[in-house]
């Protein structure tokens, strides 16, 4: 089986990869660019071999739409899973399960959360405007910016503990890349800092905005 995640909207699409990856118990990462179909082929040649127990898979991340590496019989005890933050054309494409993350569902603060720590600054700012607009407590997207880093830094050190679902532990560890300890403990100061110039009276919009823009590039 193929499996397409592809699309703009990143955080969702993210989700989504989480959760597939989390039915697999061995998986091998290939990076997408510049990927040729000699080396494709000889991965595909290697994994046909008994190397694995149980479902696996072959994730290609950040692939970019040459079908033409793909032989026409792939082996029949391997899934590919390809994954894509742009929209692909897939009418070239062999027989697969086409997932098109191409619009963001509805916006709410752990949305932000995640766009933030994602470090998807484009999503980030689209969710926040959308917040804004319904009026959405600064208090509530503040609390699940405060949380999502509170389980950002836990992710860091040990998720053992915590009692979430095993899919939010894997997007917690795909998070925790993005990140230092250092840079969150920062992250959480200019959070509070910002959660202060509100208070004072300053623009909202320009405050969470500005916030986004300078965490996500520290």
Request: charged fraction near 25%.
């Amino acid at each position: 089986m193929i499996y397409l995640i592809h699309g703009e909207n990143q955080v969702d699409s993210r989700r989504f990869l989480i959760k597939l990856k989390d039915n697999y118990r061995d998986i091998q990462n290939i990076s997408g660019k510049n990927l040729n179909s000699q080396y494709f082929k000889q991965k595909l040649v290697e994994a046909s071999k008994p190397l694995f127990g149980g479902n696996s898979a072959f994730l290609i991340e950040n692939f970019d739409g040459n079908w033409e590496i793909f032989p026409e019989k792939l082996p029949e005890t391997l899934d590919l899973i390809l994954w894509s933050n742009q929209k692909l054309m897939t009418s070239q494409a062999p027989a697969l399960k086409n997932f098109l993350f191409d619009k963001a569902i509805k916006p709410s603060p752990f949305k932000l959360s995640d766009s933030i720590l994602f470090k998807d600054e484009k999503d980030a700012q689209i969710v926040l405007s959308k917040l804004l607009s319904a009026k959405e407590p600064t208090e509530k997207i503040i609390g699940a910016l405060l949380r999502g880093l509170f389980l950002v830094y836990c992710a860091k050190e040990s998720l053992e503990e915590l009692q979430i679902p095993s899919f939010a532990k894997e997007k917690l560890k795909e998070q925790a890349k993005n990140w230092s300890k250092s840079q969150i403990r920062n992250v959480i100061l200019q959070l509070l800092k910002m959660d202060l110039m509100l208070k004072e009276g300053k623009k909202t919009q320009i405050v969470f905005s500005n916030f986004i823009s300078q965490v996500i590039s520290s």
